[in-house]
């Protein structure tokens, strides 16, 4: 899956084992990054694509994607498009977690 190319110096370095990382980041770590005063995730090319999240603080647009990935995976399409097939092989490779 391709995944939007970000200035290295605008992404964010995120420790995804922390306590307080939602289940879906930790399992999918989308990349982190900084937009003008905003801070944002993406998970794929774009964010009309990809899963996004964003906010004025990193906590924000974690929960911001997290909110993002739970729609997302209530109306997935198979092979709609990358993304969604990405989610499709990922999620049938974990049926034990409950997102």
């Not at 399992?27 to 996004?52: H, Q, W």
Request: net charge negative; glycine share 6%.
């Amino acid at each position: 899956m391709q995944q939007m190319h970000v200035p290295e110096e605008d992404i964010i370095t995120i420790d995804f084992d922390a306590g307080d990382i939602p289940a879906s980041v930790r399992e999918f770590r989308p990349m982190v990054f900084r937009e003008a005063d905003r801070f944002c995730c993406i998970l794929g090319p774009d964010p009309e694509i990809g899963i996004f999240g964003s906010g004025t603080s990193i906590e924000e647009a974690l929960r911001d994607w997290d909110n993002d990935f739970k729609r997302r995976i209530q109306n997935l399409q198979p092979a709609y498009n990358e993304v969604d097939q990405y989610l499709q092989d990922t999620l049938n490779t974990t049926k034990d977690k409950v997102w």
